[in-house]
């Protein structure tokens, strides 16, 4: 644990928690507490989930050159509760040869899931709703029971071209859980641990005074870093690999059978995907709920992992609003002709980097130089063989 | 290296997104209808028919119902129908007026042909767009009532092709007066020469 | 070129579906994409037939968007089509305005003063820049962007709009030609303004490309795929960008020097692949020469009439005779086919439609490609359905 100050804002959520559930008996303490924490978090990720995706959309507009929605109250803030009641008021139809039971359980499915991975997010310093010593494997398998959904509710809707789509769609997710998880093995090497909180903790501290020990400001986290944050635009269907949702313009995507509110689940749960991947990212490479400077920390961990999330999110709305989106089949070869091949040579730099940490003087230069050639060399190869034969060209002129 | 080209079209969006808050070029919505963008002079929408004075648009129009614009109309939305009597124009003249002069503006395309074949300067183009009507047949159909309006409301919207027009008529009803004169001094002359000349050798100046 | 040159026909491209079911292949799936449908350019429908996510077989229906043109083009006069050409190509209204036009000044002989014709060729560059600006806009559209460079592209075309509706009083149905010179001058100041936006255009493509041309994503996307060679595109009447990207030199503005374009000094870019990413950089490329003629022209544009002083409005009746006469549009070669019989209207009026002549490749292009760059070739040939359909 950090022997940070500790100033009232930061202890503040708990010293709520523990005044409104003191009047109660030990054994029910803990019920009433973990209920809190699960109240708190459906109600700060739901409604993040709602502004979300008002400010996907100015961001969105103010690259465009335009305002985005601003007509519904203030500057357009309550354009997600309009969306909302839109959603709640739209007739539910689900076709008469789809399987009832599988199709109403699928939306279920997928939130239940997507929700049940923020259990072991460290939110703050004693922010931790479940403190698993396991607490990553837990998360990405919980991640990955939402695919399960997917396939649920392509097949389901008893439709061909739906059928089709989830496969298409399964395929992208499965590919992509590959690199998401070789990506983050470095970090179990380097910390130890594969909890969560301990994985924090072992980010602790600053070398010389004002350089954190995130992971991700050494070669091997930068790379990792970045391997997981395109692997979690996979996982989450965000541009570019968004060709599950865009296909449902050419061919019925796997949730043309879902209409009104169980459609408005599954784009929850999409957002709430993107926000626990980023909230993990954070956790593992960027140091979790830690401040970068020592001169910050009085500002509550809580708002730094909120500002470090934003950041995060606000990267992917970027991202959406600048890239065109991939074939199916170019994604698939990304994820195992690159990113694979990448997050294992990844690995390899790691138990390089761990194996030279005695090195002295000079030599931290060199070890410096190898990681770092370690993670590019093999990206420009790599890259050189995905990208052959595509290439600016020059034009000759009559 | 794979990503260059990315990175580089980040760049270029991350320039639009931080310039959109203090770059007019990068920020171009206008918020209509609180604001409105200004027309050009020169923009056209739907035609309206000019009258000289607006204390008497109806009696005052420029048109005499030749029906030039109904024939040359491409999709034939102008529905003329002449007068019985004559009425004395601006100029004094008595013409006939347009008894019925329906425009459907549900099928005019603005194409302003009917501007260009007038011989009189009678119809001229419009500058309102603002005019969605509940009822799409009546609503949109303009009878000669809604469409007859003044010279100076011309001036306001087209103030060069007004100016041109007006100047034109002015110089035609000019040139018309100096020829009556002319022709009533003429027949003055020839009235007051003595009459003793033969016809032949001086031949009756044409009225 | 002549047609002894080229290799002798492929062979026609019939139905290719397999009449067999196995167990491997299983059941072809066969899709209607459109009419209505946010990736085909209007309404448009292609009936894909696809095994798995390749395309096995297209057929285009088209003539959702037919509006018997040339049948009110031979019950209304010669003027009165003038707007109706507006409406053919609707992104392009100058330049249909100008091919007919030209038709009609080669049926009755007239002549049109200089600087009517200065005024056309910046009037038709300016269009030939705001096409191509479209066509990059909505080709990322389709390929997924989301909406970003299709916001830039119309952002750049707003301007073009501007200096249309201050010259011709509307944006996009200009009906601004006539026969024997353009309708009225241009007004005060604009010459000044079309000098200031020409500047300007070179930096915006410089961003532009900056946002697109060395995307690996756009390249992954549009290179080697729906290559046209050369020899297909010549025997099938291809015109116009996607004929050069193919490979073949040939422009109008060169080849028949059509208005006063001899006078003006530019180049042709010429593609070597014919695939989608050459169609979309060969117009990316004919921009930066557009932005080159517009600059000569606005040097050069004399003083003078705009109209043929001996040219009538009404009662015109040319002389009985044919004409075909076509000029070099921003999507190809548009022509324009009348036949007088003396008569205020025409006898026959026939629009040869560039969009349709290029769209007849369709299939040949999207074969044994999935069905996501079916429609990214679909863009790639630039295609507006009222010219497809009339």
Redesign the interface.
């Given at each position: 644990m950090s022997q940070a100050p500790t100033s009232f804002l930061e202890n503040a959520p708990v010293l709520v928690r523990d005044w409104a559930t003191g009047f109660l008996p030990a054994p029910a303490r803990w019920f009433a507490n973990s209920l809190i924490d699960i109240v708190s978090i459906l109600a700060v990720f739901g409604l993040l989930f709602a502004f979300l995706t008002l400010a996907e959309r100015k961001?969105?507009g103010?690259?465009?050159?335009?305002?985005g929605p601003?007509r519904v109250g203030w500057a357009g803030w309550m354009q997600p509760f309009a969306d909302g009641i839109k959603m709640l008021t739209k007739e539910d139809v689900v076709p008469i040869a789809a399987d009832r039971v599988l199709h109403f359980l699928a939306p279920v499915v997928i939130l239940a899931f997507s929700i049940l991975t923020f259990a072991v997010i460290p939110f703050g310093r004693n922010l931790v709703p479940l403190d698993l010593d396991a607490a990553v494997v837990y998360f990405f398998a919980a991640s990955s029971s939402t695919e399960l959904a997917v396939f649920m509710a392509g097949w389901s809707s008893h439709n061909?071209?739906s059928l089709?789509a989830a496969m298409r769609a399964l395929a992208q997710l499965v590919s992509y859980e590959l690199p998401l998880l070789l990506s983050f093995v470095p970090v179990v090497l380097a910390t130890g641990k594969l909890s969560t909180t301990g994985i924090v903790a072992a980010q602790a501290g600053w070398k010389w005074g004002f350089v954190p020990h995130w992971l991700v400001f050494t070669p091997w986290g930068a790379a990792g870093f970045a391997i997981f944050m395109v692997s979690a635009l996979a996982e989450s269907n965000r541009?570019?690999f968004?060709?599950p949702e865009?296909?449902s313009?050419?061919?019925a995507g796997h949730l043309t059978e879902y209409s009104g509110f169980k459609y408005a689940i599954f784009f929850m749960a999409e957002y709430f995907g993107m926000c626990a991947l980023s909230g993990m990212a954070v956790t593992l490479f960027l140091g979790g709920w830690q401040a970068p400077l020592p001169a910050l920390e009085f500002i509550p961990s809580y708002a730094w992992f909120a500002i470090k999330l934003m950041a995060l999110l606000f990267g992917f709305m970027?991202?959406?609003?600048?890239?065109?989106?991939?074939?199916?089949?170019?994604l698939t070869r990304l994820a195992w002709k690159?990113l694979v091949p990448l997050a294992l040579v990844n690995l390899g730099t790691t138990a390089f980097w761990f194996l030279s940490t005695d090195w002295s003087g000079p030599f931290q230069a060199i070890r410096w130089a190898v990681a770092v050639g370690l993670v590019i060399l093999p990206?420009?190869l790599?890259?050189?063989s995905?990208?052959s034969?595509?290439?600016?060209?020059t034009?000759?002129?009559? | 290296m794979l990503g260059t080209g990315l990175l580089k079209g980040l760049g270029v969006t991350a320039k639009n997104l931080v310039g959109s808050f203090y770059d007019p070029k990068r920020f171009v919505t206008t918020q209509y209808p609180e604001e409105r963008t200004k027309l050009p002079e020169a923009y056209r929408n739907f035609p309206f028919l000019v009258s000289e004075s607006p204390e008497d648009p109806m009696g005052t129009l420029r048109c005499v119902a030749c029906q030039i614009c109904e024939k040359e109309c491409p999709p034939q939305c102008i529905y003329i129908e002449k007068s019985r009597d004559k009425k004395p124009d601006a100029n004094g003249k008595m013409q006939i007026y347009p008894a019925v002069f329906d425009i459907d503006t549900a099928v005019c395309m603005s194409c302003q042909i009917c501007v260009e074949v007038c011989p009189f300067d009678a119809i001229k183009m419009d500058q309102v767009f603002e005019i969605a009507a509940t009822d799409r047949f009546t609503g949109l159909l303009l009878d000669r009532q809604a469409l007859a309006k003044p010279n100076s409301y011309f001036h306001q919207i087209h103030p060069t092709e007004a100016e041109e027009v007006d100047g034109r008529l002015a110089a035609a009803r000019r040139a018309a007066e100096e020829k009556a004169r002319a022709a009533a001094a003429a027949k003055a002359a020839a009235k007051a020469a003595p009459p003793a000349q033969p016809p032949a050798e001086a031949p009756k100046p044409a009225p | 070129m002549s047609a002894t040159d080229l290799p002798p026909l492929a062979p026609s491209p019939g139905p290719r579906i397999r009449a067999v079911h196995d167990e491997f292949h299983g059941d072809l799936l066969e899709v209607s994409m459109g009419p209505h449908h946010p990736s085909t350019h209007g309404v448009f429908r292609m009936n894909v037939t696809l095994d798995g996510e390749t395309v096995m077989k297209l057929k285009p229906v088209f003539g959702y968007l037919h509006r018997n043109h040339e049948k009110i083009g031979e019950n209304t006069s010669y003027l009165s089509s003038m707007p109706y050409t507006d409406r053919l190509d609707y992104l392009c209204s100058m330049t249909n305005n100008w091919a007919y036009a030209l038709a009609v000044e080669r049926l009755s002989g007239q002549a049109v003063p200089e600087r009517a014709e200065y005024l056309r060729v910046i009037l038709a560059e300016l269009t030939r820049l705001l096409n191509h600006t479209c066509l990059a806009g909505f080709l990322l559209q389709d390929g997924g962007a989301s909406g970003t460079p299709l916001m830039y592209a119309f952002r750049e075309r707003e301007k073009i709009l501007d200096l249309f509706e201050s010259l011709s009083g509307s944006r996009m149905m200009c009906n601004f030609q006539r026969f024997g010179g353009c309708r009225t001058d241009a007004p005060a100041g604009w010459l000044d303004s079309v000098r200031r936006l020409v500047d300007g255009y070179g930096k915006f493509l410089d961003e532009y490309e900056e946002l697109l041309t060395g995307n690996e994503i756009l390249m992954a996307r549009t290179q080697r795929i729906g290559r046209l060679p050369a020899a297909l595109a010549v025997s099938a009447g291809i015109t116009g960008p996607m004929l050069r990207a193919a490979g073949v030199p040939y422009d109008l503005r060169k080849v028949e020097g059509y208005g006063f374009y001899p006078r003006f000094e530019f180049r042709v870019p010429i593609g070597a692949d014919g695939d989608t990413y050459d169609r979309y950089m060969v117009r990316v490329l004919e921009m930066r020469e557009s932005i080159k003629i517009l600059q000569q022209a606005l040097r050069g544009i004399p003083e003078g009439p705009v109209m043929d002083p001996k040219a009538r409005l009404r009662g015109f009746r040319p002389k009985p005779g044919e004409v075909y006469s076509r000029i070099e549009g921003p999507k190809g070669e548009i022509g324009f086919y009348l036949i007088s019989e003396g008569g205020p209207n025409p006898y026959r009026y026939r629009v040869r439609p560039p969009s349709l002549i290029n769209l007849t490749l369709l299939e040949d292009l999207c074969l044994g490609h999935s069905i996501a760059d079916a429609v990214v070739i679909l863009g790639s040939i630039d295609i507006v359905l009222g010219e497809v359909d009339r």
């Open positions: 961001i969105l103010r690259v465009q050159n335009r305002p601003n061909k071209y089709f541009s570019p968004d060709l865009a296909e313009e050419l061919i970027w991202i959406r609003a600048t890239l065109p989106r991939l074939r199916i089949d170019q690159f990206a420009i790599l890259g050189r995905l990208g034969g595509l290439g600016p060209r034009y000759r002129y009559a | - | -």
